[in-house]
Each structure stands twice: as structure tokens, then as C-alpha cells.
């Protein structure tokens, strides 16, 4: 105790310019964790969180039991799987030939392009993948053309959902994800690309044996944030997205959530629902990153 109070007096300054954070997390991150009460409740909101009964396990049970437990986990593994798969490598890729373009005006150009889409509304890239993939988008006249069929909605088709959703995922934030990779790259010392050159390495050998391990704790990481997040879809892009008649593809737990906690009210379950998902995601983190930890020597902690 009488060297924290020390610290505190030494360096005060530190620990005022620290407080705004504590205060954001406190109120907005461990503060709302009280309403994980509600997961176990019978939850009624003009009785608040102490006042409600409680039913302790029974939504937890209701949810494993029921029609959608399967379909959701299915559902939210392979979005997220075939995300991860397609989204991941492709920014490295992006950022590797970026870094092969010497005429800085021209590579500033396509950055400036690539990162664009990200900074579209949700609402608007929405807008346009609908009518992109309606019965008479481009997309869908496209595909007829290629498949000699007649045009029907791609985005009312439950088998073209998934690839819809990824890959719209990736023209919008191709560009903004290999934002740090292109920083990594920069910090990769040159004199090992002119030691490479020295001994006879090409072009693709030297990313192979010096740009892929200079960044590779960087790719690690992120990969390992990203497995933590496997479970996280972006339940806003599909809700905005998705209809009925493509549940069975694309229902996914946080799209669930949504539609029991706001839609139906049911607020108890949908709180049971979204602690399990919080729980399988920290389960995850955790698995991924002592893997990493053990394999590659480079982990979060």
C-alpha cells in the first residue's frame, strides 16, 4: 500500500491521463455486465434485475433442447469459418503486391480506392448487395448468363447466402484490414532484402525468407484475435440482409439474440443465449492463443 501511494505521488500525471480509460470501461464494458442477471430470470422489466424471478438454468436448457440450437451453431461456425478462410489471407495478399508497386502515386491511388468501401454506411453496402443480387440486379443477371437459367433473387436463395455475405465482406474491408500489414512491412529491416539479393534470391523467395517472417508475429496475432471472434458475425449486415426463406443458411446466434431480446421481448433467453456465445468465444481466445503460445512462441499473453 505505501508504494502504491508513493507511485501515485511520482507519477500522478500518468495515472489522471489513465482515469478517462478506466471510467469508459467501468461504465460502459464492466457495468452492463450486471444484466448478465437477466440470463438467469425470468426477466420483466418493470420489476428490474433484482426483482425478477428467478429461473436459473431453465433458458440455458430451453436453448440446447430446442430446433435451433444445431442450425445456429452450424450456421454461425461455417459464415464465420468460410469468413476467416477468405477474409484473412486475402489482406496479407493485398498488402505483399501493394508492396511491390514502386510508382508512389499510382500505389497511393489504389490504397485510397481499397480503403474506401469500408467507410460506407452498413446500411448502403446493404442496399446495394440487395439490389446487386435481386431478380433483376447485375449479379444475378450475370450468374443467368453464366448458368443459362432463368433469373431469380440470389439474395432470396438460401444456398447463395453465405457466399454473398463473405463476399461482400471482403470488398468491403480488403483494404482497410491490410492497413497494418502494410505497416508491418515498412518496419522490415532492408538491409536483409539486400543481403537476400546478395545471395542470388528473387522476388519471391525474398518475401517467402524475409517480408512472410517479418511479419509474421503481426499475422499471428491478428489471426488469433480473429479466431476469438469466430462466433462474433455481424449480426447487423446479416439482419439487414437476410429474410425467411434464407434462415437455414443464415440465421446466426447474434442475429437470434436480436430477434428473441428486441423483437419478441423475451429478454431472459436471448441473455442466455448471448452469455453462451460470450463464453464459447472466450473459450476459443484462450484455446487459439496457448496453441500459438506453444507452437510459434508469439501469443496476447
Not at 539486400?194 to 511479419?215: C, F, M, S, Y
Not at 508475429?217 to 479466431?227: D, K, P, Y
Amino acid at each position: 500500500m505505501n508504494a502504491l501511494k508513493k507511485d501515485l505521488k511520482r507519477n500522478y500525471s500518468l495515472y489522471l491521463i489513465f482515469l478517462p480509460t478506466v471510467i469508459f470501461f467501468v461504465i460502459f464494458s464492466y457495468g452492463p455486465m450486471v444484466g448478465l442477471l437477466m440470463a438467469f430470470q425470468n426477466y420483466k422489466p418493470q420489476l428490474g434485475f433484482f426483482r425478477s424471478p428467478f429461473v436459473g438454468f431453465k433458458h440455458f436448457q430451453d436453448f440446447f433442447q430446442s430446433y435451433y440450437f444445431w442450425r445456429l451453431l452450424k450456421n454461425t461456425f461455417l459464415i464465420s469459418f468460410l469468413d476467416l478462410l477468405v477474409g484473412f489471407p486475402l489482406p496479407i495478399i493485398f498488402a505483399l503486391l501493394l508492396n511491390e508497386v514502386r510508382g508512389k502515386f499510382f500505389k497511393k491511388s489504389i490504397q485510397t480506392i481499397s480503403y474506401m468501401p469500408y467507410f460506407v454506411s452498413m446500411v448502403v453496402v446493404c442496399s446495394l448487395v440487395n439490389q446487386f443480387c435481386s431478380q433483376n440486379g447485375a449479379i444475378t443477371q450475370l450468374w443467368s448468363m453464366i448458368t443459362q437459367n432463368e433469373p431469380a433473387s440470389l439474395i432470396a436463395q438460401p444456398q447463395f447466402f453465405r457466399a454473398i455475405f463473405v463476399g461482400s465482406n471482403v470488398w468491403q474491408s480488403l483494404g482497410y484490414n491490410s492497413i497494418i500489414y502494410i505497416a508491418a512491412l515498412a518496419s522490415v529491416d532492408q538491409e536483409l532484402y539486400e543481403a537476400a539479393v546478395i545471395d542470388g534470391a528473387n522476388r519471391w523467395k525474398q518475401t517467402l525468407h524475409v517480408t512472410l517472417p517479418g511479419i509474421s508475429s503481426t499475422i499471428i496475432i491478428l489471426l488469433i484475435l480473429r479466431c476469438g471472434q469466430l462466433l462474433n458475425v455481424g449480426y447487423e449486415k446479416i439482419i439487414l440482409l437476410y429474410g425467411p426463406s434464407t434462415y437455414e443458411t443464415a440465421d446466426v446466434i447474434n442475429s437470434f439474440v436480436y430477434r428473441k431480446g428486441l423483437q419478441e421481448f423475451n429478454y431472459g433467453y436471448s441473455a442466455a443465449v448471448g452469455l453462451f456465445n460470450s463464453v464459447i468465444s472466450f473459450i476459443l481466445l484462450m484455446t487459439v492463443n496457448k496453441i500459438s503460445a506453444k507452437v510459434s512462441d508469439t501469443s496476447l499473453f
